[in-house]
C-alpha cells in the first residue's frame, strides 16, 4: 500500500540522476528495500541515522525512511521526497509518525512493491519534464497521417530534441519502410508483446533503430501480433519518461491498445483532405477520439473541393485549426521515399512541422 500524506512529487533536480537514500537499522527492512532498488537499476546509500552534515539528506532525490528510523529522523530539515516504509498494516500512528518527519508517503510493504520500485528506477533514470507527445490520425484512408508523423519527429530530430516515433498501426505496413529503414536492427512492437509492469525508459530507446537522428519503434513484416494494453502502456509511459519529444501514428479504429496511447497524448493532430466526404468521415473518428484526447486538432490538406477552405473544414468539425499540410513535390514521384519526409530542412513541409514544434512547445512548456 501507499498512500500520499501532503507535498508535491519529489523533486529530480531537474532531470538529473541521483543515488535514493535509505535511512534504517531494520536489517529486514534494508534486504527489502535493498532488493528493491536493485530491480529499479539504482545504487543506494545506506544510512543508520541522518547522514553527517546533512548533505546526503536534503541532497538525495529520493528518501526512504523506516518506520523504526522516523524518532532519529525527527526535526531533522524538511523537503520533498521523503517516504516513510513500514510493515504492520495495522499500525495508524505511522501517520503521525509521517507528519512529524514531513513524508510525502507512507508506504506498506509487501503491497507498495511496485509502486517503490517505479519511484526508485523514476530516481535511476533522472526523470525530468515528461516528452511532449504528439498523436497523428487520418480523417479517412489515405489521408497522409504517416507522412505528417514522419515529418513531425525528423523535424523535431532535426532540432536537437530526443525524438521517438512510434508506429500504432499494425496493418500500416511500418513506418521503418517510409523512412527507409526496414533492414535496420533493432526491436519491433513484437518483442514487447510480453512487456508487463514498467519498462526501463533508457533501455527501450537503446533498443530501437536509429534513423535519422531519432528512435523508431515500428511494426516488422511478420505475422501480426496482438500487444496487450497493458503492455502498449508500459512502452509508452518508458518513452515519454525520457523527455523530449514522441510522435504516434495512431490507426483509425478504436480499442483497448489505441485507448490506452490516446490516454498518454498531449496532442493530436487529425489529418483531413479537404473533400466533402473526408470531412464526414472525419467527423465520426473525431468523436471517437474526443472521448479520450481533449486536444485534438485539424490539419487540413489540399487541393481544396469547391466552396471548402482550411477555416470552412475546421469549422464543419468543430475543431481548433492547426494549419494547412503542404505538399512535397518529392514524396509524389514514382520510388520515392529514399529521403523521408520533410528531410530537406527548406522544404513546406519542413517548415510547417517547425513552426507546429515552435508553438506546441511554448504551449508545453506555459501550462
Request: aromatic share 2%; net charge negative; hydrophobic share 45%.
Amino acid at each position: 500500500m501507499a498512500a500520499a500524506v501532503t507535498h508535491d512529487p519529489p523533486p529530480t533536480a531537474g532531470g538529473r540522476q541521483g543515488r535514493p537514500l535509505i535511512v534504517t537499522e531494520d536489517t529486514e527492512l534494508l534486504d527489502d528495500l535493498l532488493r528493491l532498488c536493485a530491480a529499479a537499476g539504482a545504487t543506494p546509500e545506506v544510512h543508520h541515522g541522518v547522514p553527517e552534515g546533512r548533505a546526503g539528506w536534503e541532497t538525495a532525490p529520493l528518501v526512504l525512511v523506516g518506520d523504526d528510523a522516523a524518532r532519529r529522523v525527527r526535526g531533522t530539515a524538511r523537503r520533498d521526497g521523503v517516504v516513510l516504509v513500514g510493515r504492520d498494516q495495522d499500525d495508524s500512528g505511522i501517520w503521525r509518525r509521517a507528519v512529524e518527519i514531513g513524508a510525502d508517503h507512507v508506504l506498506m510493504l509487501p503491497d507498495g512493491e511496485q509502486w517503490l520500485v517505479d519511484r526508485i528506477a523514476d530516481v535511476a533514470e533522472g526523470v525530468g519534464r515528461p516528452a511532449l507527445t504528439v498523436g497523428v490520425i487520418g480523417g479517412r484512408g489515405g489521408a497522409g497521417a504517416s507522412t505528417l508523423a514522419c515529418a513531425l519527429a525528423v523535424t523535431s530530430a532535426r532540432e536537437g530534441l530526443r525524438t521517438l516515433l512510434v508506429d500504432a498501426d499494425p496493418l500500416g505496413g511500418g513506418l521503418d519502410v517510409l523512412l527507409g529503414g526496414e533492414t535496420a536492427e533493432g526491436l519491433r512492437w513484437p518483442a514487447f508483446a510480453a512487456s508487463r509492469g514498467r519498462v526501463g525508459g533508457g533501455a527501450l530507446e537503446e533498443s530501437l533503430p536509429r534513423l535519422h537522428e531519432l528512435r523508431v519503434l515500428s511494426w516488422d513484416r511478420g505475422d501480426c501480433v496482438a500487444v496487450p494494453p497493458q503492455a502498449v502502456r508500459a512502452v509508452l509511459a518508458a518513452a515519454r519518461r525520457r523527455g523530449g519529444t514522441v510522435v504516434v501514428d495512431l490507426p483509425r479504429r478504436m480499442d483497448n491498445g489505441v485507448a490506452e496511447v490516446l490516454a498518454q497524448v498531449d496532442v493530436g493532430l487529425l489529418v483531413v483532405p479537404a473533400e466533402l466526404r473526408a470531412v464526414a468521415a472525419a467527423g465520426r473518428m473525431a468523436s471517437a477520439v474526443g472521448m479520450v484526447l481533449r486536444d485534438l486538432r485539424v490539419v487540413v490538406r489540399g487541393p481544396y473541393a469547391p466552396g471548402l477552405d482550411d477555416r470552412e473544414v475546421a469549422r464543419l468539425l468543430g475543431l481548433p485549426l492547426a494549419g494547412e499540410m503542404p505538399v512535397e513535390t518529392a514524396l509524389l514521384r514514382p520510388h520515392g521515399g529514399k529521403e523521408p519526409p520533410a528531410s530537406a530542412p527548406r522544404g513546406p513541409l519542413a517548415r510547417f512541422c517547425k513552426e507546429f514544434w515552435e508553438r506546441a512547445l511554448l504551449e508545453a512548456r506555459a501550462a
